[in-house]
């Protein structure tokens, strides 16, 4: 059974006091909390995100390593 996780809170991947790579995706963090409680914190592609119109207080489950959203 796959776990489902509540988005808590997405913000914007820090690169300290360099900028973002040259050539390299867009980033933000997200922080993620299961009904058990286990509380993750990732960094996925601003853009997927954005295509599947993940935003704060949505379910979402990982296939294969990849974040979904549960509908």
């Given at each position: 059974?796959?776990?489902?996780y ?16 040259e ?5 933000v ?6 009904e ?6 990732r ?9 599947q ?19």
């Amino acid at each position: 059974m796959q776990k489902t996780y509540t988005v808590i809170e997405i913000y914007e991947a820090d690169f300290g006091c360099e900028e973002r790579p040259e050539g390299q995706e867009t980033m933000v963090g997200i922080r993620l909390k299961a009904e058990d409680g286990e509380e993750i914190h990732r960094q996925e592609a601003d853009a997927e995100l954005y295509a599947q119109n993940i935003n704060e207080g949505d379910k979402v489950i990982f296939i294969e390593g990849r974040i979904e959203k549960q509908c």
